[in-house]
């Protein structure tokens, strides 16, 4: 099995940054792609930004393009999510989800593993 744990949330001003981390423990040798995803009130769970188990494919909805970047630490087994310009509509809980297919992927249902979230609230 493979533990996420994610860190770094927290309440911030609307513009401001925040880096969200994502900490994988276990049997990490079957991890490859990683990626975030959210969930706000009310709402379904979206995706956010995934990368490739090398770093060298990344993708990101719309919606965080140019504001966030991913990023991982493949030695320290640890994923990034850094945060820039957040907006109210930012706010949500974000969690931190891994597969063993080295190549990222869109849609929750494409991950094994989850980590329990970290809650972002972004005031205006």
């Known amino acids: 099995q493979v533990q996420l744990v994610e860190s770094g949330g927290g309440l911030v001003q609307a513009g401001a940054s925040l880096r969200l981390s994502c900490a994988a423990s276990?049997?990490?040798?079957?991890?490859?792609?990683m990626g975030w995803f959210r969930q706000a009130p009310t709402k379904e769970r979206e995706f956010v930004a995934a990368?490739?188990?090398?770093?060298?494919?990344?993708y990101y909805a719309d919606s965080v393009k140019g504001r966030f970047t991913i990023s991982r630490d493949n030695v320290k087994k640890t994923l990034y999510l850094q945060m820039n310009s957040l907006k109210p509509e930012d706010t949500a809980v974000y969690y931190c989800a891994a597969r063993r297919v080295v190549e990222p992927g869109r849609r929750g249902n494409e991950y094994d593993y989850w980590g329990q979230g970290t809650q972002v609230t972004v005031s205006s």
């Open positions: 276990g049997r990490t040798l079957s991890v490859g792609a």
């Open positions: 990368i490739s188990w090398s770093g060298g494919s990344t």
